[in-house]
DNA sequence: ACCTGAACACCGTTCAAGT
DNA sequence: ACCTGAACACCGTTCAAGT
């Protein structure tokens, strides 16, 4: 340690910004944001926490540094039949990209402190963009990137508090249900019920139900200011 | 201290888990949830940190149970016209209620760990009670209850995220479109300039904007099963 | 220029000891 | 039964010291 070398000998790559954040977002992915300390990131780049500083400020730009990452993976040019297939399809893209990293919607959506987002300016831009292309009005451009954007994260997040934990016990559902008492909530149970049928035979995902509604509704007040 | 009696001599109401939760909620209104440590809410209450463990089993409770408390703040029986109506009005008491204690979305969207709040088992309950008594099956009665859910709880969150920080400076909004480069950001310049034109004469709010959206659409699918 | 050991001011939580 | 002092195992961060 502190010869450049790791403990087998090798040489060390140097660290640097991009590979703090890469490793982040990696340790993100299988601990959750809760296993990210600055000990931990050190650790796992075999190196101390201390040295982190040398190229990042602090925790929140590493924090910022990995939503960034993750909203750099929207696809923000699909092919670009008319507005409305194109925005579905960059709103789906975007939708699987929050999905592959279940902790980063709470990291956008909740910032602490606000930072602007280089990733997410593109990404807002290209929506923006889109509608005024297909002869939307700036108002109403703006409302439909409202809409759609607060549909992608927040019903992303909302959808993430809705499934299980990876590390939940098997028998975890079926313990809350017997255990919960639904005498007041009829339809909750049955409400569960459908959930259950739904997972024997999945249909079209609730993101996309919704993106859909928004959609319609995006087209029938398209010409009304 | 310790004998009952605060500094000044009067007698000290005994705590109780109603007093800590009242207590966070008020502080985490004009602190955040930053503010609340074991310490600072037991230093609030005159008392010890580890007093705070008599009355609940640990910090996670305590958020629980705020978010629980916001929770029992929504409206859920609302003058009963049609379900649009009705809907439309809990829906918007609901968004009213979060935006009075701006921490709490993100309290009951990402709760960390999952647990089951009594409140919110109510106000699903009464969503999907109203879909059902209107006629929707159970299937569209469980879409109905997500689009609203997600849109209430995931917009209001991410409305939350571009409203300004209290103690942000005044002149903060300026400094920031000064400093920002949009030159390859036509229509996000165009859309800020929306937002300035927007804030001088306020309209329809953008949240009963996206949710008349899907209150349209869930009457357009209603009877197609 | 980059990394580190030691330290500081915090956390949540436990537990034996007080009343 | 309820509260507390002291302690433990953590945090993020600073800074002088090393190479």
């Known amino acids: 340690m502190g010869t450049g070398q790791t403990a087998d000998g090798s040489v060390r790559t140097p660290l640097s910004r991009d590979r703090i954040l890469v490793t982040a977002v990696a340790m993100a992915d299988t601990g959750g944001l809760d296993s990210l300390t600055m000990r931990s990131i050190g650790h796992e780049l075999g190196v101390e926490a201390m040295s982190l500083y040398n190229h990042v400020r602090d925790k929140g730009e590493i924090l910022a540094g990995i939503a960034d990452l993750v909203l750099s993976e929207f696809d923000i040019r699909p092919p670009a039949r008319d507005w409305r297939t194109a925005t579905r399809e960059s709103a789906i893209s975007a939708h699987e990209a929050l999905l592959r990293h279940p902790w980063s919607c709470e990291l956008i959506l909740a910032p602490r402190p606000p930072r602007i987002l280089p990733a997410r300016m593109r990404w807002i831009e290209s929506i923006l963009a889109r509608f005024r292309a297909a002869g939307f009005s700036p108002a109403a451009a703006s409302r439909g990137y409202h809409a759609i954007d607060s549909h992608v994260l927040g019903f992303t997040l909302w959808e993430l508090g809705h499934r299980l934990p990876d590390d939940a016990p098997p028998d975890f559902l079926e313990r809350v249900m017997r255990e919960t008492d639904f005498s007041a ?41």
Chains 1, 2 share one sequence.
Do not use: C, K, N
């Not at 997972?199 to 995902?205: D, H, R, T, V, Y």
């Open 185 to 225: 909530f009829p339809y909750l149970l049955e409400h569960a019920a459908v959930h259950r049928a739904m997972s024997e035979e999945p249909e079209l995902g609730e993101f996309e139900f919704g993106l859909d509604l928004i959609l319609e509704g995006l087209d029938r007040h398209r010409t009304s200011q």
